[in-house]
C-alpha cells in the first residue's frame, strides 16, 4: 500500500498527531457516556489543548509534505494520502490557534448547555451559546475562505467537494419525488400511520437484551466493539481495533432504540473495515460524511426495515418483549414502517426523513450566510414544520433543540439526505450481485459486509467522495435510485 | 496563591502538558474500565506517544524553570511547584524518549497479558511480559542515578526522598509489633479467624446498591465524582471535577467490595479536595503514594472497620442483602474485622496487611538489585508466604498473579505501608480534635474531611512528603501510632 520513502516518513511522523486525533475522539466519547457533570470546564480546557497540539504537531509535516507533492509517481493510496494531509494543511493553516481552541471550548460548554436546555425544553439558555457557535462558524468560513456561499466553506470539511449550488440540485430533485410517494403511500392504507406498539412501555433491561441480540445478529466484533448509552447516540473509534456506537433508551416505542443501534453498527462496520495497512495514518477514515450516513441508513433502513429483517428479529423480540408476542411479522414490518409526518428527525419514516433534512439545511444555509438570526429560529423551525408537514412542535424539545449537532457543527446534516442518495445507489448495485432478501432473512451478512468492503469501506479515504462514487457506483451521486427504492418499496 | 509572573507563565505554559497528562489519565481509566480487548497494541500507541509529547512540552519549560528558581522571594506554593517540576524534569531529561516510550508500550500490553493470565492462573503467560518490565525498570533506575541501591531511584518516584533504609527501618519496627498484637488476637477468641458471611454469595446488582449508599454515606459529589468496575479497583482522575473509582464484584464475601469501594473513596477525596487555585497546575496532585495511600486506609480501616461504621451501614445491608439479618451489630462488626492470615493481600485484615507489603518490597528489592531472576519468583513468594504465615498458594492467581501492579510500577507497594504509617498517625492527631466514634455513628463525615482538607488535601503537593509529616502530623513517619491504635482496638 505504502511504498514511497517520503510517505512512509510521513506516515511515521504523523503518529503524534494520530495519537492526539485518537486521545480526542475517546475524551469525546467519554464527554456523551460517562463525564460528571460539572467537568465540562475541565473537559474543555482538555480538548481545546489537545486540538492546538494537534495543530502544532501536524505543521512539523509540512516540509516532508511538499516533498511528497512534488513526487510523480505515487499510487493511488499514496496520492490519497497525499490529497487528505494537504486538507487537513489547509485547515490548520488558515485557521488561528486562537480561534480553534475558542471554537472547541465553547462546543464542550454549549453540549452539556444543550442537554440541559433540551430536559427543560427551553431554547433560552442554550441561545447564547448557539449564537456563540454560529459566529465561531461564520468566523472559521471567512478564514477557510469560499466561492460563492460562506456554507460551501463548512459543507467541505465533511463532505469534500460539494457545495451548496450541488445540495440545491440534489434536493430539487429529491423532495418532489419523496412528496409524490408520500401522497400516494399517505391515500393507500398499506403503511398506516400509527400502531399500538408506538405507545408500548418497555423494560430497559429487556430492550438492552435486544439490542445485544441486535449487534450479535450483525455480527460485530465483541473484541474490537462495544455498545454504550448516551442522550443522542452515536459512533466513535479510538482505534480500527476500538470501534464503539451508543443507543438511546426513551423507554416507550421500542423500534427508536432497535434502529439507533442498528443506524449507529452501520456507522462501525464501515470503520471496522478500512484497510489494516491504513493503521496510525490519515486514510484511516471514512471517504465522507456523506458516505459514514450511507452506510448507517443502509443497514438501518434497507436492511433493517426490510420484511426480512422483521422476520429475522421476532423470536428475540418475543423472548425479551411480552408484549410483542401478539403481533405477526406483517404486522411487525408495519410497525417498523409507519408513515406519518412527525416532529423528530431521528424517528422519522423513509419517505419523510429527508424533510427534516431540507429543513434544517435551508436553516444552516441561512444562518451561516448572515440571513437569519438565532433568536428567530424557534418560530421559523416551527413554521417550517407546518408548511412540509402541517404539524407544530409544542416546545422546544420536540423542534429546534431535539439535535446535538448545533453544538459543534455546522454542514453536517446534508451528510443524511446525501447517505440516503448514496444507500440508494448500493441498493441499486448490490443487488445485481446479492440476494439482499434472502441473506437477510437468514442472518447471513457476510456477503454484504464483504461487498461493501471491496467496494467502500478497504477504500479509507483514499478516494474523494465524488471520486469514490463514480468508481465504485457508477457515477455521482443521483437521488434516482433512491426514490425507486422507496417507490418499490412503498407503493409496490 | 501564585502571585509571582513568572510563576503565573510556568502554569500557563504547563497546560498542554497537564491536557496530555488528563488525557493520559482517561486512556488509563478506559483501558482498565471499558477498551475491547483487541485494542490493546492501539492503545499502547497512543499513551506511548502521549508520554513523549509530555516530554517534549515538558522541555519548553526549562528557561522559565531556571529562572524561576532563580527568584529568591517565592511563597509556599510557589516552591512547591518548583519543586514539583525540578522533579519532572529531572525525570524527562534523564529518560530518553525511547526508552519512555518502550516502557509505557510494554506496560499497556503487560496488563492485558496479566489480565488473562490471572484469569487461567498461568504465570507462564505473563513471565516474558513482567522480565520486560523488571528489565526496563532495572534501565529507569541506571539512567536516574541513585546512592546505595537502584531501588531508591525508583521509590523516590512515588515518594519523594524516602529509600531503602528508612524502609528497612520501619519495616523492622512495624512487623515485629504486628507479630506481638497478632499472636495474642490468635491466641484469643474476641477477633474470631472464621464467620459464616464469608462463604455467603451475593447479588451483584444488589450488591451495586449497597455499594452506592456506601458512596451516598460518604456524601461523594455526584457532579463531579462516578464508580465503575474493573478487575483491580483504582482511583482516577481526568482534573479535579472528575474524579472516578472502580470496585470489583467477585459474587462472594461482600466484604472485599464493599472495603474497595471505601478505600477508593478515600483516594477520591484527596483528590476532590486539592485547593482549586492549584487546577491545570502540577501542584494539583496528592503529596505522595504514601500520603495518598494514608487517606483510602484511614477511611477503609480507621473508620469503615469500626463498630460505628457496622452499626451506621447495617441498615442498608439489611435492605439488599436479606442474608445479613439474622446478624447483629457486634457479629458484623466482628465478620468486618477477621483476623486470619491469608494469600490476598486485598483482602488481608488490619493486622496482617503489611506482612504482604513486607513480602512485595522484599521482592522488588531483590528483583530491582538483580538479586533475584523472575523465573524464580513464583517458588520463593510461596516460600515467603509459608514462612510468614504457614500457607502455601495452590495457584498463581492466588499467589504472584494477584496484584496488577507489576505490570507498570516497581516502588509503590511499600507506599500502602507508608500508607497505614500515616493512617496510624493521622489517627492520633485527629482524636484530639475530633470524637471519630460519635461522627461515624451519626455518618457525619463532614467535620473528618474538613481536618483532612485542612491538614492535608488542600496543599495538593506544596510540600515533600516528608515535610508535610512534619509540619501537619507533628513528625516524620512513625509507625508507633499504627501499633497504638491496633493494640487498642485488637487487644483493647
Known amino acids: 500500500?505504502?511504498?514511497?520513502?517520503?510517505?512512509?516518513?510521513?506516515?511515521?511522523?504523523?503518529?503524534?498527531?494520530?495519537?492526539?486525533?485518537?486521545?480526542?475522539?475517546?475524551?469525546?466519547?467519554?464527554?456523551?457516556?460517562?463525564?460528571?457533570?460539572?467537568?465540562?470546564?475541565?473537559?474543555?480546557?482538555?480538548?481545546?489543548?489537545?486540538?492546538?497540539?494537534?495543530?502544532?504537531?501536524?505543521?512539523?509535516?509540512?516540509?516532508?509534505?511538499?516533498?511528497?507533492?512534488?513526487?510523480?509517481?505515487?499510487?493511488?493510496?499514496?496520492?490519497?494520502?497525499?490529497?487528505?494531509?494537504?486538507?487537513?494543511?489547509?485547515?490548520?493553516?488558515?485557521?488561528?490557534?486562537?480561534?480553534?481552541?475558542?471554537?472547541?471550548?465553547?462546543?464542550?460548554?454549549?453540549?452539556?448547555?444543550?442537554?440541559?436546555?433540551?430536559?427543560?425544553?427551553?431554547f433560552k439558555l442554550f441561545k447564547p451559546y448557539f449564537e456563540k457557535v454560529v459566529a465561531l462558524k461564520i468566523q472559521i468560513a471567512e478564514k477557510l475562505g469560499f466561492e460563492k456561499h460562506p456554507y460551501n466553506a463548512l459543507l467541505d470539511?465533511?463532505?469534500?467537494?460539494?457545495?451548496?449550488?450541488?445540495?440545491?440540485?440534489?434536493?430539487?430533485?429529491?423532495?418532489?419525488?419523496?412528496?409524490?410517494?408520500?401522497?400516494?403511500?399517505?391515500?393507500?392504507?398499506?403503511?398506516?400511520?400509527?400502531?399500538?406498539?408506538?405507545?408500548v412501555k418497555y423494560d430497559v433491561e429487556s430492550m438492552d437484551r435486544v439490542n445485544r441480540k441486535v449487534i450479535e445478529l450483525l455480527e460485530m466484533p465483541k473484541d474490537r466493539f462495544r455498545m454504550d448509552v448516551?442522550?443522542?447516540?452515536?459512533?466513535?473509534?479510538?482505534?480500527?481495533?476500538?470501534?464503539?456506537?451508543?443507543?438511546?433508551?426513551?423507554?416507550?416505542?421500542?423500534?427508536?432504540?432497535?434502529?439507533?443501534?442498528?443506524?449507529e453498527s452501520g456507522h462501525a462496520i464501515y470503520e471496522l473495515q478500512i484497510d489494516e495497512a491504513m493503521d496510525y495514518t490519515q486514510l484511516a477514515n471514512g471517504a465522507s460524511m456523506g458516505f459514514h450516513e450511507s452506510q448507517s441508513r443502509f443497514w438501518e433502513n434497507i436492511i433493517g426495515r426490510s420484511r426480512e429483517f422483521a422476520i429475522l428479529i421476532r423470536p428475540a423480540l418475543k423472548e425479551n418483549l411480552s408484549f410483542v408476542s401478539p403481533y405477526d411479522e406483517e404486522e411487525l414490518y408495519k410497525y417498523f414502517n409507519l408513515v406519518r409526518p412527525g416532529l423528530i428527525r431521528v424517528d422519522a419514516d423513509e419517505l419523510t426523513y429527508n424533510f427534516h433534512i431540507a429543513l434544517r439545511y435551508e436553516l444552516e444555509k441561512k444562518l451561516?450566510?448572515?440571513?437569519?438570526?438565532?433568536?428567530?429560529?424557534?418560530?421559523?423551525?416551527?413554521?417550517?414544520?407546518?408548511?412540509?408537514?402541517?404539524?407544530?412542535?409544542?416546545?422546544?424539545?420536540?423542534?429546534?433543540?431535539?439535535d446535538i449537532h448545533w453544538t459543534a457543527s455546522f454542514g453536517y446534516f446534508p451528510s443524511y439526505s446525501l447517505g440516503n442518495v448514496i444507500s440508494g445507489m448500493i441498493w441499486n448495485k448490490m443487488r445485481k450481485d446479492l440476494n439482499l432478501a434472502e441473506l437477510t432473512l437468514k442472518g447471513e451478512f457476510g456477503p454484504i459486509k464483504e461487498w461493501l468492503y471491496d467496494k467502500i469501506h478497504h477504500w479509507g479515504s483514499t478516494y474523494a467522495p465524488k471520486d469514490l462514487s463514480r468508481r465504485s457506483l457508477g457515477e455521482g451521486y443521483n437521488p434516482d435510485y433512491l426514490l425507486e427504492y422507496l417507490e418499490q418499496k412503498f407503493s409496490g
Open 230 to 263: 448516551s442522550t443522542h447516540p452515536f459512533t466513535s473509534n479510538t482505534s480500527r481495533d476500538d470501534v464503539r456506537i451508543t443507543t438511546r433508551y426513551e423507554g416507550v416505542d421500542f423500534r427508536n432504540t432497535m434502529y439507533s443501534t442498528i443506524h
Open 157 to 199: 470539511l465533511g463532505e469534500e467537494g460539494i457545495t451548496v449550488d450541488d445540495l440545491d440540485l440534489t434536493f430539487s430533485r429529491l423532495i418532489p419525488g419523496l412528496k409524490k410517494i408520500l401522497r400516494k403511500v399517505m391515500a393507500e392504507s398499506r403503511f398506516p400511520p400509527n400502531h399500538p406498539l408506538e405507545d
Open 368 to 402: 451561516i450566510g448572515g440571513k437569519l438570526a438565532v433568536s428567530e429560529l424557534p418560530s421559523i423551525w416551527n413554521d417550517m414544520m407546518d408548511e412540509y408537514f402541517g404539524i407544530r412542535p409544542k416546545n422546544d424539545a420536540e423542534g429546534v433543540l431535539q
Open 1 to 122: 500500500m505504502f511504498s514511497n520513502p517520503t510517505i512512509l516518513e510521513l506516515n511515521e511522523k504523523f503518529r503524534p498527531v494520530w495519537a492526539l486525533a485518537s486521545s480526542g475522539s475517546l475524551l469525546d466519547w467519554d464527554l456523551e457516556v460517562n463525564m460528571p457533570e460539572a467537568a465540562s470546564t475541565s473537559r474543555g480546557v482538555t480538548m481545546s489543548q489537545l486540538t492546538l497540539l494537534r495543530q502544532k504537531h501536524f505543521s512539523e509535516l509540512y516540509p516532508l509534505l511538499e516533498k511528497a507533492e512534488r513526487i510523480t509517481d505515487l499510487n493511488d493510496y499514496e496520492n490519497g494520502l497525499v490529497r487528505v494531509l494537504q486538507r487537513s494543511r489547509k485547515y490548520f493553516t488558515k485557521i488561528p490557534p486562537s480561534l480553534l481552541e475558542e471554537e472547541q471550548r465553547t462546543s464542550v460548554e454549549a453540549t452539556v448547555v444543550w442537554r440541559q436546555a433540551r430536559s427543560k425544553s427551553d
